[in-house]
């Protein structure tokens, strides 16, 4: 799934889980409509289902996929099934990393995990994840479902392990938690516990060229890593979690429809292997499967927007109470940007980042935008004490015609796109830091962006724009939508 925005996709929100992006452009489940709502009601379209945009697939799919994709290619020789009684525990130990336990995953640090390998064998990253945060069109505080953390532990395979033996590389595992306050711990391992868990596994670098039979990435899906109370919350015996970590064919996700007034509220949905994951992770194709880097600037954003735009309302952000919590947005390195543990755990980010660049390389594509947005983040934060400076957001552009920090108009567009449209335009067809790419869609971004009559087709999937008004069924353009609109009609 998308193991997003690495890891995932899209820009998206997992109703206490992960997403993968983590691990879209097919919509594949429906729900009726309320009578009499709306959206049935605009001049000249037929009645629309309300349906979903992230590829939704299937249990059988998922099933068929780890027998026919997984088993055949990661354990070959081995009844294709057996694969379905697995925990993530015959995972790790297929790495050759059988000293690490499931509930070490859940309950160490990034340090201490760090420490049970050797020689960079493992890479561990915590940080605040608003790409799986819920969003409305009115902000809420906090955030329904609470603000959305990540844990990121990287695999090397170990040498003469068995998947070293067949030629696979690299183990990534994502946790998703949520953490009902802005002052709370988020990675508490006695209050929270991620419930859905995004694995990405790659060949190693060199291993092409890449075929369905022969694919480069690889998306799975596994269940709380240690075994729950009644209540839901993590469980010791004797003071000591338990082992769990049951493989799974999908997550519980809200990647679409889940605020778009005047409609009702969707409840979470259930996303499958490989399909959902695929979708934020270099497309359906099998043979481009690709990581997604980790945007530190992005996460600045969320909770501390700085745009250089004097109007107020560009200071309003999702996610800015979580300005007050103790604890920093990179986790590890704490809240002081200039101290030894910041710089620290950027450094882990970087690696982190350039072993993304090369996997995206590896791949390649003819629309390779993910790898031009690794390859500028990696530019703006080299080694160095300036290296780990956030960067202003006009000043992230790339491509043939960035985005221009000295333009008001460019800045006031990159607040809008980055605050409504990056959480999946950073992984699904185009990043919306490539003006050159957003320049090509405008017809298209002022149709979705008023469209109420078919829900595969509008924009933004997760809420209603501020200032989409629509009257007896007609949408109109209003004030935040309007000058959205407006400036993206002006772009030279």
Not at 335 to 341: L, N, R, S, V
Not at 419 to 443: I, P, T
């Amino acid at each position: 799934m998308p193991l997003a925005n690495i890891f995932i996709c899209t820009s998206i929100r997992l109703s206490a889980a992960w997403l993968l992006s983590v691990f879209a452009a097919g919509i594949s489940r429906a729900e009726e409509i309320p009578a009499g709502h709306p959206r049935s009601q605009l001049n000249g379209h037929a009645f629309q289902l309300k349906q979903f945009q992230v590829e939704g697939g299937s249990e059988q799919a998922a099933i068929a996929y780890y027998k026919d994709v997984i088993s055949k290619q990661l354990f070959p020789g081995q009844p294709t099934d057996a694969i379905l009684s697995t925990s993530i525990a015959d995972l790790l130990a297929y790495f050759g990393h059988t000293n690490v336990k499931s509930s070490d995953l859940h309950a160490l640090t990034s340090q201490q995990l760090m420490a049970l390998g050797s020689n960079d064998e493992i890479l561990a990253i915590r940080f605040f994840a608003p790409k799986i945060t819920d969003v409305a069109e009115k902000p809420t505080d906090p955030p329904a479902g609470g603000f959305g953390w990540r844990k990121l532990v990287r695999f090397k395979a170990k040498a003469g392990s068995p998947a070293d033996s067949n030629g696979i590389g690299t183990l990534y595992v994502l946790q998703n938690t949520f953490e009902a306050t802005a002052t709370g711990d988020p990675f508490d391992p006695d209050r929270n516990v991620s419930k859905f868990n995004q694995v990405i596994i790659t060949r190693k670098l060199g291993s092409g060229p890449y075929t369905g039979d022969k694919r480069p990435t690889f998306f799975m899906t596994y269940g709380p890593f240690v075994k729950l109370d009644s209540a839901g919350k993590p469980e010791k015996i004797d003071g000591a979690f338990q082992e769990n970590g049951p493989i799974i064919f999908n997550l519980k996700a809200t990647f679409d429809e889940d605020d778009r007034d005047p409609e009702t509220n969707s409840a979470a949905q259930e996303y499958f292997v490989a399909d959902s994951c695929q979708q934020c992770h270099g497309g359906f194709s099998q043979v481009r499967g690709k990581l997604n880097f980790l945007d530190t600037d992005h996460w600045f954003d969320r909770v501390l927007p700085e745009y250089g735009l004097t109007d107020s309302k560009f200071n309003e952000e999702d996610f800015t109470s979580l300005a007050q919590s103790p604890f920093g947005l990179l986790y590890d390195g704490g809240k002081d940007t200039t101290a030894p543990e910041f710089a620290s755990a950027f450094d882990a980010i970087r690696k982190f980042n350039e072993e993304v660049k090369a996997q995206n390389t590896e791949v390649g594509g003819g629309n390779n935008f993910q790898l031009n947005a690794v390859t500028k983040w990696l530019e703006l934060h080299g080694p160095g004490a300036s290296g780990i400076n956030r960067v202003p957001p006009a000043g992230r552009g790339f491509g043939t015609d960035p985005w221009n920090p000295a333009r008001e108009e460019d800045r006031k567009l990159v607040y809008y796109l980055n605050r409504y449209c990056y959480r999946c335009h950073s992984s699904v067809s185009y990043n919306v830091f490539d003006r050159a790419a957003v320049a090509q869609r405008v017809a298209g971004i002022n149709e979705r962006a008023v469209d109420v009559g078919d829900s595969g087709f509008w924009m933004p999937q997760d809420r209603i724009f501020p200032g989409l008004a629509i009257h007896q069924g007609v949408p109109e353009a209003t004030e935040d939508l309007r000058e959205f609109l407006d400036l993206l009609n002006g772009m030279q």
